[in-house]
């Protein structure tokens, strides 16, 4: 049994604010463990429910934010950026039999701690056939294509209830109560991990690949907080204006989104000037 961790990092025990997830903050260094414990407890339960491999992929920033050292030594880790699948990469290779998302969030435009979708700011929603879409469900979606479950989701209260809409039957583990999309009610880190085990170690029994779902095509639409972002995301082939301050495009399949969708956040991330945005 091989299961992959997509391990986010906003979603974490502890973490409740943009300096937290800032890569070379102070707030940053410090939530680091808290995130890499996080993510050891998950792979500590798979394997105490009988996984024989955990590949943990960072989807965070940079991708480079667990501490490697604090992790079980059976565990490997793809770390860094430019990745064909992004946050779900090791996925393709037809050897996964469950993913879990570690350190999740909701999405843009919605209530949850740190809530957004790929950027931090600038987008202010995004719908998947019409249906309001977290990182989560995006990622869900690529994972339905290769036949892998989603078998474990953990962040704070409401990315449980968002993971609910696209992975039933999941094992959620809530690891802070939302207050606000900076503040939370936080739970220590060894109660987090405790809990964390546990819950991976009952996800490892849905486990098994089942049979791909060809759920195409896509109509993924984005809505920005600026007129000129919607702008320069119809660069992209494809993509074209579908509304005031929006832009939308169709794949084929989940794969093709989720690559265009990287390629239209990098677009309008270098479109964003530092003081209006």
């Given at each position: ?11 974490a ?10 890569p ?12 890499t414990s996080?993510?050891n ?9 009988g ?5 943990v992929n960072e ?7 667990l501490l ?6 059976r565990?490997q880790?793809?770390?860094?950026r ?5 946050m ?19 999405g ?8 957004h979708?790929?950027?931090a ?15 989560g ?22 990315t449980?209830?968002d ?5 039933p ?21 060894t ?5 964390i085990?546990?819950a ?5 029994g849905?486990?098994g ?8 095509p896509?109509?993924?639409?984005l809505?920005?907080?600026?007129e ?20 939308a ?18 677009i309008?991330s ?7 945005g």
């Open positions: 049994m091989k299961i992959l961790v997509s391990a986010d990092m906003e979603g025990t502890g973490v409740t604010w943009p300096a937290d997830v800032l070379g903050t102070p707030q940053w260094e410090r939530c680091r463990s808290l995130f996080d993510v407890a998950a792979a500590l339960g798979f394997y105490d429910g996984a024989d491999e955990v590949l989807a965070h920033w940079t991708m480079r934010n490697l050292e604090q992790l079980d030594d565990v880790m793809i770390t860094g430019h990745k064909s699948l992004s779900v990469e090791g996925i393709q290779h037809g050897d996964v039999d469950a993913v879990a998302f570690i350190g999740y969030h909701t843009a435009g919605t209530e949850g701690v740190l809530a979708t790929f950027l700011n600038s987008i202010t929603g995004v719908w998947v056939n019409g249906v309001r879409a977290s990182e469900l995006l990622n869900a979606h690529v994972a339905a294509e290769y036949g892998v479950p989603v078998v474990l989701v953990t962040g704070d209260d409401l449980c209830v993971a609910k809409g696209y992975a039957d999941a094992q959620t583990v809530a690891v802070k109560d939302y207050v606000s999309r900076y503040a939370a009610v936080c739970r220590t880190p109660r987090t991990a405790a809990d085990r546990a991976a170690k009952e996800a490892a849905l486990a690949r089942y049979t791909p779902v060809e759920g195409g896509f109509t993924v639409e809505e920005f907080d600026a000129h972002l919607a702008a320069a995301a119809t660069v992209v082939p494809g993509t074209a204006p579908s509304g005031e301050r929006r832009v495009y169709t794949s084929a399949t989940m794969y093709e989104g989720i690559r265009t969708f990287k390629a239209v956040t990098t309008v270098s479109a964003v000037e530092e003081q209006y």
